[in-house]
């Protein structure tokens, strides 16, 4: 198991920008050609292409060079945290403040007394309205921290506490002084990216914990980190889909953004994106005619994280269908349908696991505690493909930092490794 290479890959992937850029990264060194998402498509067969779609999502794919099945493997790019609002500069107690909103399910109290930066998308003055500039940046070093209230002024904190998230969550950035103007934020950004404070116009821009990941424990068996939920996921899908020898068929590997949203964005698993992507993939080659078949005959992974078994909280896991750290990675149900999948989905990968050595768990929500969802359901009903949701177990999940057992990977990359094969 290549832990350095996950651990590198978390590193790099600080937004959902960054995670996409970081994919592009291993697939341009693989020898993937990249195409436009607006652009007519030629491809050939017994090459891989990816596309960026809207920055922060990607969707890659190999075409073999012989008719086979169509084998579709999904993951998010994004993950909960912060992101900062327009005009973001607030002042206060002598200290300068940004006003930021959180974003998805996070953990709020996991995010205090941590070092924190600032990484994401910035839209710069172009020659056309309509084609601005777009850079990237990542400040790539402790800048912000939001300090927690002294344990004197809040006797009762180790009872629980309920944060503000308007008031109580805002991020320290700076000590007021004359020097500070009233365009600090915007005038630091500019000085990160070497360009005029004007022409900057706007940004989609992520607070992330600026620490590093680890690997933890007497028997180096974890990993402490912040943005396993889904880094993982997309790690594995790259690393599957890059070490698969595909002869047949077409494999996509497409990794969506705003999943801790809901995906209901252009750019998201409930939206035409990944419809439209086959589309021009069957066009491109020449079999339109196909398509339909192809999809109804295919097969979908939903990769995301699940919920490991919790030593300490062994009361809130399934009686019968809690996933351990370190026992492979997890086959997700739920009656419900917030996890994709049916009883010959389930077959099917576990077939495919026994064939790869790669140790599997099924991971059931208790019946009175409502579970999570993640995309693979949208994917699924768009398309009318059937799937099955899986992931590595993690404890902590949403937290500004996770934890898993470096184990669970392997497994998961080896099963879609062979998924993909």
């Known amino acids: 198991m290549n832990t350095e290479g996950l651990l590198t890959f978390?590193?790099?992937?600080?937004?959902?920008?960054?995670?996409?850029?970081?994919?592009?990264?291993?697939?341009?060194?693989?020898?993937?050609?990249?195409?436009?998402?607006?652009?007519?498509?030629?491809?050939?067969t017994g090459k891989g292409y990816f596309v960026r779609v809207f920055g922060s999502a990607l969707m890659a794919f190999r075409v073999g060079r012989k008719k086979g099945m169509l084998r579709i493997a999904a993951a998010h790019t994004d993950f909960p945290g912060f992101r900062v609002k327009p005009s973001p500069d607030m002042k206060e107690g002598g200290c300068l403040m940004l006003n930021v909103e959180p974003y998805g399910g996070l953990i709020q109290s996991s995010w205090l007394d941590r070092p924190l930066s600032i990484a994401g998308s910035v839209a710069l003055r172009g020659e056309n309205a309509f084609h601005p500039v777009t850079r990237y940046v990542d400040f790539g070093r402790p800048i912000l921290t939001i300090p927690r209230l002294a344990i004197h002024m809040d006797r009762k904190v180790n009872d629980g506490e309920k944060l503000n998230r308007q008031t109580e969550m805002l991020p320290l950035a700076a000590l007021d002084g004359e020097e500070i103007s009233k365009e600090f934020f915007i005038e630091q950004l500019a000085g990160e990216l070497d360009c005029r404070s004007d022409d900057i116009l706007s940004y989609d821009l992520t607070v992330?914990?600026?620490?590093?990941?680890?690997?933890?424990?007497?028997?180096?068996?974890?990993?402490?980190?912040?943005?396993?939920?889904?880094?993982?996921?997309?790690?594995?899908?790259?690393?599957?889909?890059?070490?698969?020898?595909?002869?047949?068929?077409?494999?996509?590997?497409?990794?969506?953004?705003?999943?801790?949203?809901?995906?209901?964005?252009?750019?998201?698993?409930?939206?035409?994106?990944?419809?439209?992507?086959?589309?021009?993939?069957?066009?491109s080659l020449?079999?339109?005619?196909?398509?339909?078949?192809?999809?109804?005959?295919?097969?979908?992974?939903?990769?995301?994280?699940?919920?490991?078994?919790?030593?300490?909280?062994?009361?809130?896991?399934?009686?019968?269908?809690?996933?351990?750290?370190?026992g492979g990675f997890a086959i997700k149900q739920a009656a419900s349908q917030s996890y994709v999948g049916d009883a010959e989905a389930q077959a099917v990968v576990k077939a495919l696991a026994d064939e790869a050595f790669a140790p599997y768990q099924t991971y059931v929500n208790r019946s009175d505690i409502p579970g999570g969802s993640t995309l693979g359901s949208m994917v699924s009903a768009n398309l009318c493909l059937r799937g099955q949701d899986i992931g590595v177990p993690i404890l902590a999940m949403h937290s500004a930092r996770e934890f898993m057992a470096a184990a669970d990977q392997e497994a998961l990359t080896d099963l879609i490794t062979k998924f993909f094969a």
């Open 286 to 326: 020449g079999r339109e005619n196909e398509r339909s078949q192809d999809i109804a005959q295919g097969f979908l992974l939903s990769v995301d994280v699940a919920h490991g078994w919790h030593p300490n909280y062994s009361g809130k896991a399934d009686p019968t269908n809690r996933p351990k750290l370190g």
């Open 10 to 44: 978390i590193k790099e992937s600080t937004s959902p920008y960054h995670t996409a850029a970081a994919s592009e990264r291993l697939l341009k060194a693989a020898g993937f050609s990249e195409l436009d998402w607006g652009s007519e498509w030629r491809l050939e």
């Open 208 to 283: 992330y914990a600026c620490e590093e990941p680890c690997v933890l424990g007497f028997d180096r068996a974890f990993i402490s980190a912040p943005r396993l939920d889904n880094l993982t996921s997309v790690k594995a899908c790259m690393d599957a889909l890059l070490d698969a020898k595909t002869e047949s068929g077409i494999t996509v590997a497409a990794m969506f953004d705003n999943e801790e949203v809901g995906s209901r964005t252009k750019q998201g698993a409930n939206s035409a994106v990944l419809d439209e992507l086959l589309r021009k993939i069957y066009e």
